[in-house]
Structure formats: structure tokens, C-alpha cells
């Protein structure tokens, strides 16, 4: 999902090093003046990029067609910038690669000492699933009662060894943060590792709001400080913040008596004890007592198995990446390819995987920087040229990866993008967007007029206006570009 342009992007980047014949940032000409490429087409642009919205930006654009030839249209091509959520397109390319379409996450419950339907201790064994939701842990917890299960008689333990202990991906550990957006991840997660608060007036002014957790499972502690006020504008405030292994949430504020209430989402702090609360909850709710506590720890090899529930397939998943820029599961990706390709779950072996991938299979020049899988804050920087030897390389991979372009946002319909690119035709754009304070990027497939395909990049940053202006002039290049009939790639 996009952070808002709140997020101050600019304390947290740091320009990196580019290759040895890529144009420095800093000496980086006017954007309009050095457009190259089809006549036309750069005619068509130059205005565009002239536009006072645009004014000192860094800009880096190319356009080609997907299956080859020289660029159609350049600017900067190999100007390294912040893609921001942009690196999902690499993120979820290498996962389909690495991993394959068909992969799926598995999280089972398991229990020692087992015997008459009782467990002595019973373990929810997470297996890093992104989408592992309360629907989820039902399923779980009904097929453990269905195969027998009536009691605990100790504890519930959370196994999360499949990553790393780390929780937070790099760039997003901001402690005064509390964002959904900037969730945790973890091997053991659920819900997005966020939790929902929702918040209604009291029956009268004086008293106080009724605040609602959902799951309430006691692991977030919630302080009430609202009041409900007979008329007048809802102001309420309502923060997270850890308090030892919980999450406490704060609510402040006033809220008016006839208000229809609100509901915001928060991260969680331990996304393992949250998973394991919650899991406790429901196999009470099932009628299956837990007499121990939650705890965290490792699953013993002899054990036996009482429930498995599998993912969506990672098909599916990269759905909610791209289409709905989900930051959590992009890093619960790339640290699955850390744990697979790279023997470990943590970002060092996702991010050195991914980045080998880059340069020895899609052919990327050294000095790109790919520090986390979702391309929120961080010291990630990409060029136009990067993105687009992306694209292309998963356009022309065979056997053939629709899923990857499948996964991408449509133009005027669905995801990121269903508000713009309206004047294109239906299904004529496939592409990511990316929003942060001072970055907006936009790379993906485009159709040309003459029906051929092609691959497009357009990153810009230190931009001095509002995000929606930079929205406007991206559409309209991508319209123009449309427009092209470059006809198919040249043989070579």
C-alpha cells in the first residue's frame, strides 16, 4: 500500500553510487531538453515534461517495446533513483522465478505428549504465509477439532523459526511509527500483522467511547482516554506503541454522540505472540480449553501433526503486492527467497539472492542498491533502464510468466490504478505505481497502437508539488507513448 506523503523519504535516502558512464544526479540536465527517441513521440513529451510540476526534478524514463529493439523514447535511462514501491516489480519477478507460480506457504498446529484427544503442549508452526488471516487460523483450528482435539493441558507454543528473528525490514524500524504500513513480518503472522480498532460514542455525551479490538485476544492492552462529546467535529487520536511483548493502543480525543464511529489499523509489534494469542482465543472459541500460556519456541522433530492449512498460490498472492502494494507481503517474499535460495529467512540472504539474480540472469549493470522488498524508504535505488531489463526479461522468460504481468494493476480498472489512465484503452496499461514524500514512479506494460507490446519506466523524484500532478504528467506520457505503431521488434 502507499505511504502517505508524509513520510519523510528525504532524511531516510541515500544517493548511491552509479556506474562509471551513468549521469550523475547532481549534473543531470533539464528533463525536457534531452529527450530521445522516436521524433515524434519525443515532440509529444517535451511539453509535458516542461510543466512547472515537474520543475528541478530528477527524472528517469525509458520506453521500448517488450521483445526488443532500440528505445522508442529516453530520458536519463540510466539515472539511478528511488523507485519506491516500484521494487515490488523485482521483488515479485524473482519470486516467480525463484519460487515458481504454484508455490504455497503452509502453517500447521502440532502437538507433543498427545493422547486421547489431549495435548500436552501444541505448537502453531508458522511457515511464513503473507496472507494468513483469521479466516486462516479458523480453518486451522476447526480441522484440529474435527480430527480430534479437545484440550490443551499445556501451553501453546509459536514456532517462527522458518525466518529470522528479525522483524522489521530495513528502513521501516521507526519506533515513533506506527503505520499498518510499515508492518513487521514474521514466519508466525496473521491478519497483515496489524490489528483493527474501532471506535464508537458512548450512549451519551460525558461518557466514554467503546472501543473495540478485533481479534480481541488480550494481546493488545488498550487506554482510553476519549471522551464522547454532545455535538460538534470527531477529533479522535488513536496510537500503538510496544509495551514489553504487547501492543498498546492509546485513544484520545473527542468523539460526537451521533458520530457513526471509526476504524483504523495499527501494527503490532510481535506478530508471533499476536498469532499465538489469537490462536488460543479461537480453539477456546471452538471449545477446546488452553490451560498453559503463550510462549514462543521451537516445535520438537517428534511431534505429531493435528491440522495443516496452505496458502493461496504465490500467483495469487503477488495480486495483492503489486495490485494493492502490500509492504508486508513483499518482505514475507523476499524472505522466503532468502530462506529457499539463500538458507537463511532474513533480508541479508534475500536482498544478496535477489541482487545475484539482477546482474547474472536479467543482466543489470553494478550499482543498483535493492535493500528490501517493498521499496518503502531505504537506500533502494533503480534506474528506468533497470526496471525495464526487468519487465522485458519476465516478458520474454519461456517457458511464458502471465502471472507476473497478471499480478500488475490495469489501467482505469483495478488495484492502484483504477482512477487513472482512463483515456487508454481497456486492459492497454499493466503497471506498478509508487508514492512516497517526493517520489512517484510508474513502470509496467504498455500496448501500442499497432496492437505490439511494450515495457515502460518513468521515475521521478525531488518533485516540488503535490503527488497528484506527477499522477497526471505519468498517464499522459504513457498515452502518448501509446500512440506509437513502433511495429514489431527488429530481427537481429
Known amino acids: 500500500m502507499r505511504a502517505p506523503l508524509a513520510c519523510l523519504l528525504a532524511a531516510l535516502f541515500l544517493a548511491p553510487a552509479l556506474p562509471a558512464d551513468a549521469q550523475l544526479a547532481e549534473d543531470a540536465p533539464p528533463a525536457a531538453s534531452i529527450g530521445r ?59 516467480f522465478e525463484m519460487l515458481g507460480p504454484s508455490w504455497r506457504w503452509r502453517t500447521d498446529l502440532a502437538a507433543a505428549g498427545y493422547a486421547d484427544g489431549k495435548a500436552g503442549t501444541l505448537y502453531l508452526i508458522g511457515g511464513g504465509d503473507p496472507r494468513f488471516v483469521s479466516e486462516s487460523l479458523w480453518k486451522l483450528v476447526d480441522d484440529a477439532r ?16 522458518y525466518f529470522t528473528a528479525d522483524r522489521m525490514a530495513p528502513g521501516f524500524d521507526d519506533k515513533d511509527q506506527d503505520s499498518a504500513y510499515r508492518a513487521a513480518s514474521s514466519a508466525a503472522s496473521l491478519n497483515f500483522n496489524a490489528v483493527v480498532i474501532s471506535v464508537a460514542p458512548g450512549a451519551k455525551a460525558g461518557e466514554k467511547p467503546t472501543v473495540r479490538i478485533r481479534p480481541d485476544s488480550g494481546y493488545v492492552i488498550v ?85 495443516r492449512v496452505y496458502s493461496v498460490s504465490l500467483a495469487s498472492a503477488a495480486g495483492d503486492v503489486n495490485k494493492l502494494s502490500n509492504n508486508m507481503m513483499a518482505e514475507t517474499l523476499l524472505r522466503t527467497i532468502g530462506r529457499v535460495k539463500g538458507g537463511s529467512g532474513g533480508w541479508d540472504a534475500g536482498t544478496r539472492v535477489v541482487s545475484e539474480w539482477l546482474r547474472e540472469t536479467v543482466g543489470l549493470r553494478d550499482g543498483f542498491r535493492y535493500v528490501n522488498g517493498s521499496g518503502l524508504f531505504g537506500e533502494t535505488a533503480f534506474s528506468a533502464r533497470d526496471m525495464v531489463s526487468v519487465l522485458r526479461h519476465m516478458h520474454r522468460r519461456r517457458p511464458a510468466m502471465p502471472e507476473y ?32 514524500d517526493g517520489v512517484v514512479c510508474l513502470s509496467g506494460y504498455l500496448t501500442f497502437a499497432d496492437g505490439t507490446p511494450g515495457a515502460f519506466s518513468i521515475l521521478i523524484n525531488d518533485f516540488p508539488g503535490a503527488a ?25
Not at 519525443?42 to 511539453?47: D, L, T
Not at 483515456?423 to 503497471?431: H, I, N, S, T, W
Not at 497528484?468 to 537481429?492: C, F, H, N, T, Y
Open 37 to 95: 527517441g522516436d521524433p515524434g513521440l519525443v515532440e509529444a513529451i517535451r511539453p509535458i515534461l516542461a510543466e512547472k510540476a515537474i520543475a528541478g526534478a530528477r527524472v528517469s524514463i525509458l520506453v521500448e517495446r517488450a521483445d526488443g529493439g532500440p528505445p522508442l523514447y529516453a530520458v536519463n535511462p540510466d539515472l539511478r533513483l528511488h523507485p519506491a514501491s516500484n521494487t515490488k516489480l523485482v521483488t515479485t519477478a524473482a519470486a
Open 146 to 161: 474435527d480430527g480430534g482435539l479437545v484440550e490443551v493441558s499445556g501451553d501453546l507454543v509459536v514456532d517462527d523459526d
Open 223 to 307: 487506554e482510553n482516554r476519549a471522551t464522547t462529546a454532545g455535538s460538534g467535529r470527531e477529533r479522535l487520536t488513536v496510537s500503538a506503541r510496544a509495551e514489553g511483548d504487547r501492543t498498546k493502543v492509546v485513544v484520545g480525543g473527542r468523539i460526537p454522540v451521533r458520530h457513526r464511529g471509526v476504524r483504523v489499523r495499527r501494527r503490532i509489534d510481535d506478530p508471533s505472540l499476536y498469532a499465538g494469542m489469537a490462536a488460543k482465543l479461537f480453539l477456546e472459541r471452538a471449545g477446546i480449553p488452553v490451560k498453559g500460556e503463550v510462549k514462543r519456541g521451537s516445535a520438537p522433530k517428534k511431534r505429531r501433526r493435528l491440522a
Open 405 to 436: 504481468a497478471a499480478s500488475l494493476a490495469i489501467g482505469s480498472t483495478d488495484g492502484t490504478l483504477r482512477r487513472r489512465m482512463k483515456a487508454l484503452q481497456k486492459l492497454g496499461v499493466r503497471a506498478k505505481t509508487g508514492t512516497l
Open 468 to 492: 497528484w500532478r506527477i499522477w497526471g504528467i505519468q498517464d499522459r506520457i504513457v498515452e502518448a507513448a501509446a500512440g506509437l505503431s513502433p511495429g514489431p521488434a527488429p530481427r537481429r
